[in-house]
């Protein structure tokens, strides 16, 4: 079985129809979706509609959390002080904006998505199977991603939340990450997802208008809307100034 799994959209539809397109062309016999879908991006509540229409499965991540469990921002902060200025505009600019686009009825739809997605083998998680808000970076070892996402019966296990692409065959797991849809931060402003045919996991990446991003961002008068525009076109995550 073919599956396919597009996470961190993060409210940008320019790059989700791009991947949309990919997908078509990549004919997978299944797509998951790997949450963070609308914060963080100018079309929020268009991006939820579309994935709603496509009908894929999927997971819940951390900003999409955000949205209905205020309750968070304490835990984050208590437990990432060094990231205090950012969770700032995270809880306090970015997360207002975007729910208030995507209404109740929205939230109420991503607060119903599980922890996690299981299919034959591949266990697709937003960030770690116990942690919304944390997961390994690609250059740790291959005992520490063994110890995360390694479980009974899974021979393959996909996380998104980090933003980079990467895929680790071990020795009885391979763990990939398929890094970000709408937002990535590994120097390459190229949508990325992941296609799994079997245990063979190949990251694709797919261009897109980026001029038409920008122009989304000014359309719909997204906060720090110069600052993100950079980030997408360098690809590489700084914090508003």
């Given amino acids: 079985m073919r599956i396919a799994v597009v996470s961190d959209v993060h409210g940008n539809l320019a790059a989700l129809e791009a991947v949309v397109a990919d997908l078509r062309r990549a004919a997978p016999d299944l797509i998951v979706q790997g949450g963070d879908t609308a914060v963080l991006g100018p079309r929020p509540a268009e991006v939820v509609d579309r994935l709603r229409e496509l009908g894929w499965p999927g997971v819940a991540g951390n900003t999409d959390q ?8 304490a835990e984050q902060e208590r437990r ?4 205090r200025s950012w969770l700032d505009v995270l809880f306090g600019t970015l997360g207002p904006w975007a729910a208030e686009r995507l209404g109740d009825e929205r939230i109420a739809w991503l607060r119903g998505q599980p922890a996690e997605h299981r299919r034959e083998g591949v266990r697709v ?9 944390r997961a390994p970076l690609p250059d740790v070892g291959d005992q520490e991603l063994a110890d995360v996402y390694g479980a009974a019966g899974v021979r393959v296990a996909v996380y998104g939340h980090v933003h ?7 020795p009885g797991l391979t763990v990939a990450n398929s890094g970000s849809a709408g937002l990535p931060w590994d120097g390459d402003p190229r949508p990325s997802y992941l296609l799994l045919d079997g245990a063979v996991a190949e990251v694709r990446r797919v ?13 719909a008068g997204f906060p720090l809307a110069a600052w993100l525009a950079v980030v997408q076109r360098e690809a590489r995550f700084t914090r508003p100034l």
């Fill in 207 to 219: 261009a897109y208008d980026l001029d038409r991003a920008r122009r989304d961002l000014d359309d």
């Fill in 80 to 83: 990432a002080p060094k990231l």
């Fill in 66 to 73: 955000m949205l209905w469990d205020a309750s968070v921002r």
């Fill in 164 to 170: 980079r692409a990467f895929v680790r065959p071990m």
């Fill in 125 to 133: 998680v937003h960030a770690s199977p116990e942690d919304l808000w």
